[in-house]
């Protein structure tokens, strides 16, 4: 499936999505994809399971407006199978940590979304003098492996699939907190989702079912922030709330109608509460 260019450029919504500067870093020995848009305090936003920073591109333009937003690929983004997949989310936020080495920043704001969010945690809990500020949004400190997430993998790890496969789809169509109307919102997030490799897919399902930073949220010493929309399936509002309840200080936000693309759905609302909730941070520690 594919978006015509008119429809597609409806969805990167501003010449920011266009104008982000790309080039490659080396991380766990793989070249990575890292893009950046804009100007001013930095936030690195981590992209979830699928998609890479071109589904993130519309958050980002938005953030840019204010900020120096950086959306750095994962292993196995660019290069299935290349380097050694991860073992664990713990070897995702150890290359995230030495992406912030080399990018030169120092403790910048961190946004996970979905499966960026997990790698956010752990980075924030391993590794707590890195992170300046933390945001989450569709995570949890422990992912329950559904029914439909553990048949899905055992899908994309067994049978080659056409892009518009139906079951496959039906699942990227959860993500929107229900079924969407057709139109460019849900063939913008399918067609970015499918260029993951579904390999790739299935690995990173596997790892948020041995994920569990529940222990060591104690750990986190930045200002957080946790976004949950009202309609998320994937990770309900309440779980994502339990999760700030359990972090000190951390503060909760609902986006009223949002599933678990809210980041999409919601980016003008999202980029107001981050932007809103830095500045305090910043004032805080001045």
């Not at 569709?138 to 892009?163: C, D, H, N």
């Not at 949220?217 to 922030?225: C, D, F, G, P, Q």
Request: hydrophobic share 45%; aromatic share 6%.
């Amino acid at each position: 499936m594919r978006i015509a260019a008119r429809r597609r450029a409806d969805w990167m919504l501003s010449p920011y999505a266009h104008e982000g500067k790309q080039r490659q870093a080396r991380v766990s020995g793989e070249w990575v994809d890292v893009v950046e848009w804009g100007e001013g305090d930095p936030i690195v936003l981590i992209p979830g399971l699928a998609g890479g920073w071109k589904l993130m591109a519309p958050l980002a333009a938005r953030l840019a407006r204010q900020h120096h937003v950086i959306v750095p690929g994962l292993r196995g983004d660019r290069f299935p199978g290349g380097a050694p997949a991860a073992r664990d989310i713990s070897d995702l936020a150890n290359d995230l940590g030495l992406l912030i080495d080399q990018l030169g920043l120092e403790r910048p704001a961190i946004f996970g979304v979905s499966f960026g969010g997990a790698v956010a945690l752990e980075l924030a809990a391993s590794q707590p003098s890195r992170v300046g500020a933390l945001v989450i949004h569709g995570a949890e400190a422990r992912f329950r492996t559904s029914l439909g997430a553990t048949i899905a993998r055992r899908v994309l790890e067994r049978f080659p699939l056409p892009t518009d496969n139906g079951f496959v789809n039906q699942f990227f169509n959860l993500l929107h907190g229900g079924k969407p109307e057709p139109g460019p919102l849900s063939d913008f997030v399918i067609e970015r989702c499918w260029e993951t490799d579904q390999s790739v897919m299935a690995q990173r399902i596997g790892l948020l079912g041995s994920f569990d930073v529940s222990d060591r949220l104690w750990r986190i010493a930045a200002s957080t922030l946790v976004l949950a929309g009202t309609r998320d399936v994937i990770v309900p509002p309440s779980r994502q709330k339990a999760l700030a309840s359990s972090i000190a200080g951390a503060k909760f936000r609902a986006l009223e109608g949002a599933g678990h693309v809210g980041f999409l759905t919601h980016r003008t609302e999202i980029a107001q509460q981050v932007r809103g909730f830095l500045r305090e941070v910043r004032h805080t520690h001045c």
